[in-house]
């Protein structure tokens, strides 16, 4: 997937001095052979970090293999003040794991008290207010090791992508939009950088790429994907001039940063000027690794940027749209199974989901543009946008969010989208998530996040959840099983 990282993870093996270090050693490349054997990239560092001079040589080791991210394995019970320089003289992401007993049989020479370690350890990690990743239960065989190194690469692939991103906006947030407005300073607290542009900015790079003869070749590419969705032929070349100035500014404005996402507004005035919406444009850049957030909304292009981090395939951004009608939901209880009717809602945007995530995309134009700016006319500068169901298979919603304050929070949820047809326009499908209707009011309402949401479409709550968390964000909130209360709901 282009403009997310690619992740280089090092396993570094600690061992307190008065245990034998063939210990961790021994272990260290058991969990190495049982990363192999499930297809996870590893590095193994030969260094076992002992004491303050083995940091150094490890931290050394690392830099010449490329190693980005970092996993410190307590083979036995660990050394806690080396275990811990060592995440603390790393520039990446690290993760804390221990070994579990490996046999009843050799409880004496064999023993390596890694869980108590771990303990030791944490003491150490707080006295130098690090946080890095420690699994939910982080001790385990060779064979649990491998799978939490496993997860730990795509939780670090959102923190090395959020620290090293760019997000670029053209256009003010509208006022219509209020609930997509936040402050941006909690940005730099994480390490993203923003990049404010005006729409004249946008519309002069845009006209500047006039006749450029990439811009055919794009729209050759564009037709190939639409195929019999291609409705207006005659409208590529302008969608391709689009797509071929943002990219070309994204590449020339990168600066420190390696990532980018953008944030653009794209109405009213857009379509004026530029003769189309922009929705087409923007699902096409997302397959590629590059969210474009609608409505200026910069906090939805960092969470769908992150989602794409978290799976490597393109993300959405919709609106928590509509309820499920009575009616429709009796229509189809066979396709909607186990789920309430509270627990179904429509998410919607006017289209800028990726084609490969809906079924039958077709070009057309944008509805709800067309009632305000071509009321009674064929429509024209509101074509460009993308339409279809969106496919059904696993989901998970996330957003990340400044308050009023500046305060970061962020909420996620798996579910899915059911088959079933949604019979409306847009991008649209029928979203399911365990007890939503709870969530919708004890989480979404009541803490004010808006009306955007990212979709991954996988199931990504755990990473999203455990990114997050490593980036500093305090609350993040989820949907509360049955039985399970929010603290301000009403048990009667």
């Known amino acids: 997937m282009h403009n997310v990282p690619v992740v280089t993870l090092g396993i570094v093996a600690v061992s307190r001095d008065c245990f034998p270090i063939e210990l961790s050693r021994k272990r260290r490349k058991n969990v190495a052979a049982a990363c192999a054997a499930k297809k996870i990239p590893v590095v193994e560092i030969d260094t076992i970090v002992e004491n303050e001079h083995d940091v150094l040589k490890a931290?050394?080791?690392?830099?010449?293999?490329?190693?980005?991210?970092?996993?410190?394995?307590?083979?036995?019970?660990?050394?806690?003040?080396?275990s811990a320089m060592l995440a603390q003289r790393f520039a990446g992401p690290t993760m804390f794991v221990a070994a579990a007993e490996d046999t009843g049989k050799d409880l004496i020479d064999g023993r390596g008290d890694a869980y108590c370690g771990m303990l030791s350890v944490s003491y150490s990690i707080g006295l130098r207010r690090l946080n890095p990743y420690i699994p939910e239960y982080p001790i385990g065989d060779p064979e649990d090791v491998a799978a939490m190194l496993g997860e730990f690469i795509g939780i670090t692939r959102v923190v090395i992508g959020v620290r090293n991103l760019k997000i670029i906006s053209f256009g003010p947030r509208p006022f219509d939009f209020l609930t997509c407005h936040a402050p941006i300073q909690p940005l730099h607290d994480i390490g993203?950088?923003?990049?404010?542009?005006?729409?004249?900015?946008?519309?002069?790079?845009?006209?500047?790429?006039?006749?450029?003869?990439?811009?055919?070749?794009?729209a050759q590419e564009m037709a190939g994907e639409l195929g019999k969705g291609n409705t207006y032929p005659e409208l590529t070349g302008k969608l391709a001039q689009y797509e071929y100035a943002l990219e070309q500014y994204m590449e020339a404005h990168l600066g420190a940063s390696k990532y980018a996402a953008f944030a653009n507004k794209c109405w009213p005035s857009f379509e004026k000027y530029f003769?189309?919406?922009?929705?087409?444009?923007?699902?096409?850049?997302?397959?590629?690794?590059?969210p474009v957030a609608c409505e200026a909304d910069i906090y939805g292009a960092l969470s769908e940027y992150m989602a794409v981090c978290a799976t490597e395939v393109p993300p959405?951004?919709?609106?928590?749209?509509?309820?499920?009608?009575k009616d429709m939901y009796e229509e189809c209880k066979a396709d909607v199974g186990k789920y309430a009717l509270s627990d179904l809602w429509m998410g919607f945007h006017c289209g800028n989901t990726?084609?490969?995530?809906?079924?039958?995309?077709?070009?057309?134009?944008?509805?709800i543009m067309h009632r305000m700016m071509e009321p009674g006319k064929e429509p024209n500068i509101t074509r460009g946008t993308l339409e279809g169901q969106i496919k059904a298979g696993p989901i998970s919603i996330f957003r990340l969010q400044a308050t009023?304050?500046?305060?970061?929070?962020a909420y996620v949820a798996n579910g899915e989208v059911l088959n079933v047809n949604p019979k409306s326009f847009g991008c649209i499908g029928v979203f399911a998530i365990p007890e939503m209707g709870r969530f919708y009011r004890h989480v979404l309402i009541e803490k004010r996040f808006p009306?955007?949401?990212?979709?991954?479409?996988?199931?990504?709550?755990?990473?999203?959840?455990?990114?997050?968390?490593?980036?500093?964000?305090?609350?993040v909130f989820f949907n509360m099983p049955k039985g399970a209360y929010y603290p301000s709901e009403n048990p009667f």
């Open 404 to 409: 009023g304050s500046a305060e970061l929070r």
């Open 316 to 325: 959405a951004i919709l609106d928590i749209n509509n309820s499920v009608p």
């Open 275 to 290: 003769g189309h919406v922009p929705c087409y444009l923007n699902s096409r850049l997302a397959a590629r690794g590059v």
């Open 451 to 475: 009306h955007h949401t990212a979709i991954a479409f996988k199931h990504a709550g755990k990473t999203l959840f455990a990114a997050s968390k490593m980036l500093g964000v305090s609350e």
């Open 192 to 218: 993203v950088e923003i990049m404010e542009n005006s729409e004249l900015d946008l519309l002069d790079i845009v006209q500047a790429q006039k006749d450029n003869p990439a811009i055919k070749k794009i």
């Open 59 to 82: 931290l050394e080791e690392m830099s010449k293999r490329g190693v980005n991210a970092l996993a410190v394995y307590l083979g036995n019970f660990g050394p806690e003040g080396p």
């Open 354 to 367: 990726s084609s490969g995530c809906l079924v039958n995309p077709v070009m057309q134009y944008q509805l």
